[in-house]
């Protein structure tokens, strides 16, 4: 089997595909939730503490001289992609959740035996009156 026919069958499978989806809704949900955090959650936390804008807390290494930036250690950038990734995990937990919660009460329900149809009822009497001639 060459090359090209093993791609071609991984690319069609189910799994690849839906691989692929759920890799394009996650970053778009990636996006949301950090804009969430960051339009909605971050501004009245900034505001509790001070009027603190996160994304602007640096720490200065060195000054800027000439052309030259300032070099800065940002770290109210990396504060804000931690509060991200929490809600992100939080929220991603909780869908899990509820998700293996429908599972479980799919599993639970009782499974309902369908009525033989009459064609199978009639083949069942056939059986058994063909058993009692033995």
Excluded: C, H, W
């Excluded at 990636?30 to 804008?53: C, N, Q």
């Excluded at 290494?61 to 990396?78: D, R």
């Excluded at 992100?88 to 639970?108: G, H, S, W, Y």
Aim: charged share 20%.
């Amino acid at each position: 089997m060459g090359m090209l026919q093993e791609f071609k069958e991984f690319a069609i499978k189910g799994n690849a595909i839906d691989m692929a989806v759920g890799i394009i809704v996650g970053a778009a949900f990636g996006k949301i939730i950090s804009s969430l955090v960051a339009d909605i959650f971050m501004p009245p936390v900034g505001l509790l503490i001070g009027g603190v804008d996160f994304t602007k807390l640096a720490f200065t290494l060195k000054e800027a001289s000439g052309n030259a930036p300032a070099v800065t250690l940002n770290y109210g950038n990396f504060i804000q992609t931690l509060v991200d990734f929490t809600v992100i995990a939080f929220i991603i937990f909780m869908t899990v959740k509820f998700i293996n919660r429908l599972k479980r009460k799919e599993a639970a329900a009782p499974t309902v035996i369908p009525e033989p149809s009459r064609e199978e009822q009639l083949l069942t009497e056939i059986r058994d009156l063909l058993k009692e001639r033995k």
